[in-house]
């Protein structure tokens, strides 16, 4: 990205890798990072908090969160996994209503921030990014319709097989390994609607058929094949 201003450069390198902002063309991302802040996130700290104002649309420009949602009761449930180009604050950035989860980093992050006012003067300056965010919206819904479908029609090791197969191929470390420090069984389980010890339980019958190791926190895909099959893929 050497057209790029050294002092944005590495923020407008990775804007331009996602879809929502490729729409804007070099100037128009270079505009785009000056208008935004970028921050840097230790592991195991909060970005935002469940019931914040929405006030901001952020990129992960680096690292890995977890989204969590809190009851009234002080229970919490991992939603969903996010790593670098993810972003985050849609729902609350469009309807101006509070934050609905909070965004909790797995491993250190480093995330850009961009105002809501800026983010909708940049839909009325170019059309383009404004069928990109719905474009986007979509994929959310659809997502959310996949995960019901699977509590419906896949067993726990289905659903288990699955999360694994995402996992790897999108936050993983390596070829079939998912090294999820943050992330614990409790955290999987909540991901596919599950307890944390039916969780375990499907763990050790993936390794016992020589589907999975696990070694502590980290998880290693030993027949891919197989978890694609097992979970209806």
Known sequence: MSGFPRDIQPVAAVLAEIPLFRVLGESGIETTARAGLSRRYRSGQIICHQGDPGESFYVLLDGLVKVVFTTEHGDEIVLNMLGRGDTFGEMALLDGSP??????????????????????????????????????????????????????????????????????????????VVDLPGLTQSDLAALIGASRPAVNRALQSLVARGLIAVEGRTITLLDVAALRKRGGL
């Open 99 to 176: 934050r609905s989860a909070s965004i909790v980093t797995v491993r250190p992050a480093w995330a850009f921030v961009l105002p809501r006012a800026r983010l909708l003067e940049l839909m009325r300056e170019h059309p383009g990014l404004a069928d990109e965010f719905l474009r986007m919206l979509g994929h959310m819904v659809r997502r959310l319709t996949d995960q019901a479908a699977d509590l419906a029609f896949l067993d726990l090791g289905g659903r288990l097989a699955k999360l694994l197969l995402q996992l790897a191929d999108k936050h993983g470390q390596a070829d079939g």
